[in-house]
């Protein structure tokens, strides 16, 4: 029973590379999330999608990309990193129903030096 | 636009003791109301919900009470436990939205 799974789970960049955060459900949910918990701060929503090829801003998505090709997968793009871009990443998951939580993966620890 | 706060980044309980959160939120809109705890290097997991047309929604320790004319939430826990310590979020949102906002989190420690 997988839920949400993240991949990696730790990286280290340095300015300007560009890597991808993998983010896969196996709940068969149509609405996926991606959130950014900078240190001692809330959860800011960076990309959310309700559907396969759909796919909407959030608070925070300067810098990042993603796409949804299928259900269970939902990867984020960061093209040129920055330091700004250091911050814990949380992918989650509903159903999509009224009064559905969210599952989150285990999330992926970035720094860009 | 910050539509949730949560106003105490931190308090510190005695353990067995009561331990209260508090939320409040602008968006009359909202319609459920999600609880999340978060232990360090994990993902926040769901914790207890409320719907608005509840005043309160009781499971085992943890009470969620909601004043919608005051648009404030709060989670009380009884008796408070070290296995408490964490951070919670609270979650509203409306039932056809989309987007889930969160708030900016209480670390809550429980003291022996």
Redesign the interface.
């Known amino acids: 029973n997988a839920g ?1 799974t993240q991949t990696p789970k730790f990286r280290i960049l340095k300015i300007g590379q560009s890597m991808t955060l993998q983010c896969t459900q196996d709940m068969n949910h149509n ?1 996926m ?1 991606w ?1 950014r918990q900078d240190p ?4 800011k ?1 960076i990309y ?1 999608s ?1 559907g396969a090829g759909i796919t ?1 801003k ?2 925070v998505p300067n810098g990042y990309n993603v796409s949804r090709s299928t259900t269970e997968d939902f990867p984020l793009r960061l093209e040129l990193a920055a330091p700004s871009q250091t911050s814990v990443y ?1 992918c ?1 998951s ?1 159903a ?1 129903g ?2 559905e ?7 992926t620890q970035l720094s860009v030096l | 636009d910050q539509q949730v706060k ?1 106003n105490s ?1 931190s308090l510190s309980v005695q353990e067995g003791r009561i331990s209260i959160l508090n939320c409040d939120y602008t968006n009359s809109m909202f ?2 109301f ?1 609880w ?1 705890k978060k232990y360090p ?6 914790l207890i ?1 409320i ?1 608005s047309i509840k005043d309160k929604n009781e499971d085992g320790r943890f009470t969620v009470f909601l004043n919608k004319s005051a648009k404030h939430l709060s989670l009380h826990i009884v008796p408070s436990q070290p296995g408490d310590s964490a951070v919670y ?1 609270c ?1 509203p949102y409306t ?2 939205a ?8 209480t670390r809550l420690q429980v003291t022996l």
């Open positions: 949400v609405y999330y959130y001692g701060m809330g959860l929503l959310y309700v909407d959030g608070e949380f989650a509903r999509g009224a009064n939580k969210l599952f989150f993966g285990s999330g | 949560q980044p319609d459920y999600l999340y290097a994990e993902g926040p997991t769901f919900s719907s979020f979650a039932g056809t989309s987007k889930l906002t969160f708030g900016t989190g």
